[in-house]
């Protein structure tokens, strides 16, 4: 009997570690996933390097002593200890990558969160990013927003693979496909083998069933409450469909033509945030061809545990997932204004998580340095 995330991987999702520290690497844990529960490759952020750093000290603490005596600026120092863990990361991965033609494999590292509005800025740490991780198995994480849109065609366009990380909305998502389709385009009239420039877009669930419900609770119909916790997994079944449509156009075949890979959907937030909804929901409510769904631990293992698939649950299901919206907008749900405050304040968690790091390598550095 195969294990459901063997099944999953069959059934064409690429499943990814939304975590990573240096404990991981170092004690094999990374590795043993690889092997036991089919991750092909890991996601990182701002939050996940601030827990790795505060959580894990002692595993980072002879390298803060040496940026301690040589007395590096915090900046430095966290990038540095960033890329490492990255580097390595990606070197485990490698076999993967080598084995699935650079599909999976793959490492994600983020541009500082305090760049989401500053395009140039932006695109200038993209490629000081890729240089010092120097590992084709990396992905350079550009957030959606609208100054993010111009850095990730720039980015693409240097030959730099991308993940384009916090989309909410299909409006957003359709601008996202249209800068990975520009990029490319401006990588192959540069002389790029676009066949080695890989992109996935992180399309957010979970955070959108939290601000939802909580709206839905607000309202208090009996309308409302037969809506709850319906939005995240719709949402994201019409980014597949808007993927589907985009990637069969005249555009998509030219670059197609050219070796250009599709830029794949990728499913983040996946850890159910209600404690009452089914630990897996995220995972077998989402399962399509070329997806990518970035799990934490904890859904990871809930899904090789008990997590039923059923094959495709997301192309059969377009209808319901339009009729899903248009009821929210019916009882009084605004969902543009869900999805932009969710961008907004998924910048600024990001943005705080990031002061959060330099707090506790500043101070870990005084510490080093005594």
């Given at each position: ?316 299901n377009y209808a319901d997932a339009h009729a899903v919206i248009d009821d929210l907008a019916a009882v009084g749900v605004d969902f543009a204004d869900v999805t932009q405050l969710l961008e907004d304040e998924g910048v600024a968690k990001f943005i705080a998580s990031w002061q959060d790091v330099k707090e506790t390598v500043a101070k870990a550095l005084e510490e080093a340095a005594r």
């Open positions: 009997m195969s294990t459901p995330t063997e099944q999953l991987s069959a059934a064409g999702v690429s499943i990814w570690l939304d975590d990573l520290s240096r404990g991981r690497i170092t004690s094999g844990n990374l590795s043993e996933l690889i092997r036991t529960r089919n991750v092909s490759g890991v996601t990182t952020n701002p939050t996940i390097f601030q827990n790795a750093i505060s959580g894990g000290g002692h595993e980072y603490a002879a390298q803060l002593a040496e940026f301690a005596s040589a007395d590096a600026p915090v900046e430095a120092a966290i990038v540095t200890a960033m890329t490492d863990d990255v580097r390595d990361a990606a070197d485990i991965l490698r076999p993967v990558y080598d084995a699935t033609g650079g599909v999976d494999g793959r490492v994600s590292i983020e541009v500082s969160p305090d760049l989401a509005h500053d395009t140039e800025g932006t695109i200038a740490q993209a490629e000081q990013l890729w240089t010092i991780v120097d590992r084709p198995n990396v992905h350079i994480k550009i957030p959606a927003t609208k100054a993010g849109l111009p850095a990730i065609t720039a980015t693409l366009a240097k030959g730099i693979s991308v993940n384009v990380t916090l989309i909410f909305s299909l409006e957003r998502y359709a601008e996202v496909i249209d800068a990975f389709f520009a990029g490319i385009e401006q990588a192959k009239a540069a002389g790029h083998d676009v066949s080695q420039i890989h992109s996935v877009a992180s399309f957010f669930v979970s955070r959108v069933d939290t601000e939802v419900d909580k709206r839905l609770a607000v309202i208090a119909t009996d309308a409302a409450a037969a809506l709850k916790s319906k939005a995240g997994v719709a949402n994201a079944r019409l980014a597949y469909e808007l993927f589907e449509e985009a990637f069969a156009s005249d555009r998509a075949k030219d670059l197609a033509v050219a070796g250009a890979t599709v830029q794949r959907p990728l499913w983040a937030s996946t850890g159910v945030k209600d404690p009452s909804l089914p630990d897996t929901l995220y995972v077998t409510e989402l399962v399509a061809p070329a997806t990518v769904n970035t799990m934490p631990e904890k859904t990871l293992e809930a899904t090789f545990d008990h997590a039923v698939i059923t094959g495709d649950t997301v192309t059969s």
